[in-house]
């Protein structure tokens, strides 16, 4: 039976973060500069490769806001790492109505990225260091992968159930 070694893999992962605002380019890019970077951005924490038809589609449904004469800032880049994060986990309705309430409530994108920004990597940190609830031993056997990741998907599902009640809850 074959051990697969997770914190070796999770090692791999903790030496990558979500990019703070102050890492974002400061000038305007063209969309394939921004599928590029969001591609490299996001490598490591999604399996979809972003592509221009994704990005149109984000700005058509309101996700993302129109660029300026083809052009877009930190404030796509910021729209377009949170959607693709969440897009595996919500329905695009759900992140779109999520992302205008943050943005409402927080002082700016600016703000409101940073936080989710913070969040990611304190949670992938503490998930690696050990300092999460879960116990991963390492190497692991097949039964412990199993055991593993039937908690994370438990958990996952909890996750989002307490989150989209919390975030109707705002609606009202």
């Known amino acids: 039976m074959e051990n ?13 973060h979500l990019p703070k605002w102050e890492e974002f380019p400061d000038f305007e890019l063209y969309m394939e500069q ?6 490299r951005y ?4 999604s399996e979809t490769p972003l ?16 660029p300026e004469k083809k052009r877009y800032r ?11 994060l969440l ?15 943050v943005i409402r409530d927080e002082e700016s994108v600016q703000i409101a990225y940073d936080n989710f920004a913070d969040r990611f990597n304190q949670t992938l940190h503490a998930l690696y260091s050990g300092n999460d609830s879960i116990s991963i031993k390492t190497p692991a056997t097949k039964l412990e ?23 109707s809850s705002k609606n009202e």
């Open 4 to 16: 697969f070694d997770i914190k070796l893999w999770l090692s791999d992962l903790d030496d990558h």
């Open 34 to 39: 921004l599928v590029s970077l969001g591609n």
């Open 42 to 45: 996001l490598a490591y924490f």
């Open 51 to 66: 592509t221009s038809s994704m990005i149109n589609s984000y700005v058509k449904k309101g996700l993302m806001s129109r």
């Open 74 to 84: 930190a404030e796509h880049i910021a729209e377009l790492i949170v959607i693709s």
């Open 87 to 101: 897009k595996t986990t919500y329905p695009l309705e759900t992140i779109r109505n999520c992302i205008e309430k």
């Open 145 to 167: 992968c199993v055991s593993i990741s039937e908690e994370l998907a438990v958990r996952a599902v909890i996750y989002r159930l307490v989150s989209q009640k919390i975030m």
